[in-house]
């Protein structure tokens, strides 16, 4: 097991360590993609490591924790249509956590994508995290952070999943069969996010989407109304599609906002072409497309009729775009 890049989530938790002044409770945070779980298991192994130099991944422990077989590493279930934690779950673990660990001397309880997760199982959690038992550690992975509320998150450490640089992404696709034109192609799509970027490799659904987003982008750039009906109601012949789509030209957009106060923050699919939108569009365009882009996201799932919703976006698009 190992983290690419991260190196400020790596530095922080081993000097915790060395120091032994370990938090007891960690919220990984970060966009889908950029190996929230992978820094969990870490730290977990980092947490039951018996060498010196932790994580070793030679010890008994490490070798259970990445096997994912160690009996003091607990990953709650997820539960339910939408994935939460069950109370039952909760309530499970708030008692086992007051029990002595089975092999050394930690326990360590893992949320992992814990954005469905309940006001009424953080509540339940609460006390568990305010005042811990020595041995019991817990970690969360979120893409958003504010799921989280005020009282858990002002008791636990904050770490964030960063994008890879360049050639640490080439070097963890290249690990996984992925070199030359494919590698670059999915860095262009994806910048340095391995997750995405190995997903777009392996499936032609994202592959399409990625095509359809550009196109509809171009169409933005070059005012070509005619243009942007027809991507968008290309995409809207499946409701993933749409979505997918719909996100990511939002990501687009946003680059094209941010791209005026930080060069580097880009985190959507067409980095050029957030950057000529960026320079052809004025602030306030952006800022009326993304909240059209927020607004047509949001009505999907409201059974609303989709090529119905792509024409209005498509029309609101077309009338910012003159802003
Ligand atoms: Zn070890």
Known sequence: MKIYGNKLIK?????????DRMAHSFLICGEKGLGKKTIADWLAALLVCESAEKPCFACRSCHLASEHTHPDIIYA??????????????????SDAYI???????????????????????NSLLKL???PPDHAYFIFTVTDRNIILETIRSRVISLNAAPLSRDELMEVLAENG???????????????????????????????????????TDCIINRDEY???????????????FKTVIGMLDSI??????????????TGCYSSGARELSSGTTMNACEKMHEALGKAYSLIDKNVNIKLIASVLCGEITAFRQL
């Open 100 to 122: 002595k660990p089975n092999n050394g001397d930690k326990k360590i309880y893992i949320f992992t994508d814990a954005d469905k997760i309940t006001v009424q199982a953080q």
């Open 227 to 241: 243009g942007i009906l027809k991507n968008l109601t290309d995409a809207s012949a499946d409701k993933d599609m």
């Open 178 to 216: 992925v070199s030359g034109a494919n590698a670059e192609e999915a860095a262009s799509a994806f910048g340095g996010n391995a997750g995405k970027c190995l997903e777009y490799i392996s499936s032609d659904v994202m592959k399409n989407a990625v095509d359809l987003t550009k196109k509809v």
């Open 253 to 266: 957009i946003r680059d094209a906002l941010a791209l005026r106060y930080d060069p580097d923050s880009m």
């Open 11 to 19: 530095d922080t938790i081993q000097n915790m360590s060395e120091k």
């Open 129 to 131: 995290i305010e005042e």
């Open 77 to 94: 279930e997820h539960s339910g249509k939408l994935g939460g934690f069950s109370v039952d779950t909760v309530r499970e673990i708030c």
